[in-house]
């Protein structure tokens, strides 16, 4: 998820990436005074708006979306997604039959959006829905059709795949309205989403018995890669990659564990490389953390990134962490139109 352009002329070109807007919708069944629609907005991964279903109000989360557009964006966002809570409810409801549920907690979740290459020009697009945490529908943009890979959506896929007008607006609305609004956002928080920060660096480990943790955090944008080397050669044996999570304060953090004897660890040299943006920062000096004593920074960005996880729904979408994006409609110059739209019942 995650990536800006540089500063410097020759860093942007050798380090050029893909920017993406992209919005989460988890609408939720089963659990007393949890919202039951939760909406959030992001730009290269940096979350600029939020709409839930108790506020029932869609509300900025950057200083640059606040400073570029009016109350008429917001009042247009905000009724866009008050239309989305009947409709997540509704197919909740329909993927409970469908399933032949009539109790629990149960989550429908939709992700869509687009994303455009600042080197070779190239878009794309996404659309996909979930339940319970599974994949239920996609939207396969080069084939223009829908496709499901569970029994249950089947009738849905005949019934989209059907509706022809659907899928040229699908097409046309992420080939140009979405990168459009991609592009726009891109400008107005520029100064905030062209910055960059190097990651700190840090192995853990509880005990000598524990497994050791190589833990990146506060680095932005979020593209980092965390290798593991022993005796200077790259090491995948017993390693364990863990899943970017966010900061409080915007940046990024990403872990690495791997499992090795207090044997192993002191008859060979081990060491963590983390490289970001070109650079690349060494750690194989252990900082042991008995009990409970992790650095209180590490505490907060796990705090931040547990809450925020919950908000967009992640623990029950991570069949698409492989995919990105999300769909805004009626581009217009001064911004006032909201990024959102309706979707068809399923």
């Known amino acids: 998820m995650r990536h800006v352009l540089l500063l410097l002329l020759g860093a942007h070109l050798a380090y050029a990436r893909k920017h993406s807007l992209k919005y989460f919708y988890t609408g ?11 909406v959030v907005g992001l730009v290269n991964d940096e979350q600029f708006m939020y709409f839930d279903s108790n506020t029932m109000k869609a509300v900025p989360k950057t200083e640059w979306i606040r400073q570029n557009v009016g109350a008429d964006y917001w009042d247009s966002q905000t009724r866009t997604d008050i239309g ?8 909740i409801q329909v ?21 455009f ?26 084939q223009l059709r829908w496709i499901s890979p569970v029994q249950q959506g089947f009738s849905t896929v005949q019934k989209w795949n059907n509706n022809r ?15 459009e609004w991609l592009k726009k956002y891109l400008q107005y928080g520029k100064s905030s ?59 990024f953090q990403k872990k690495s564990t791997i499992r090795v004897t207090p044997d192993e660890w002191k008859n060979n ?55 990105k994006g999300f769909k805004p409609v009626n581009a217009s110059d001064d911004g006032s139109n909201s990024s959102t739209h309706s979707d068809p019942k399923a």
């Open 28 to 38: 939720v069944s089963g659990i007393d005074e949890f919202p039951e629609l939760t």
């Open 269 to 323: 040299k081990y060491s963590c490389v983390v490289e970001h943006q070109g650079k690349t920062k060494t750690a194989n000096e252990i900082r042991t953390n008995p009990g409970a004593s992790v650095p209180i920074g590490i505490i907060v960005g796990a705090v931040a990134a547990v809450i925020l996880l919950v908000i967009i729904g992640v623990a029950g979408f991570m069949v698409y962490q492989k995919k």
């Open 84 to 91: 989305q809570h009947q409709y997540f409810k509704n197919n």
């Open 165 to 179: 007008a659907l899928l040229e607006s699908d097409k046309q609305y992420f080939s140009t309205e979405c990168i």
């Open 95 to 115: 993927a409970k039959a469908r399933f032949n549920q009539t109790t629990g907690v149960h989550t429908f979740q939709q992700m869509y959006g687009c994303e």
């Open 193 to 251: 989403l062209e910055k960059t920060v190097s990651p700190q660096v840090s192995l853990l480990q509880k005990s000598s018995s524990s497994s050791v943790t190589c833990h990146a955090t506060g680095f932005y944008p979020s593209g980092v890669k965390i290798t593991w080397m022993r005796n200077d050669q790259e090491h995948h044996e017993d390693v364990e990659v863990g899943e970017l999570l966010p900061n409080e304060d915007g940046t």
């Open 117 to 142: 290459d600042d080197q070779t020009g190239a878009t794309n697009g996404f659309r996909q829905l979930g339940y319970d945490g599974e994949n239920f529908l996609d939207l396969d943009f080069k």
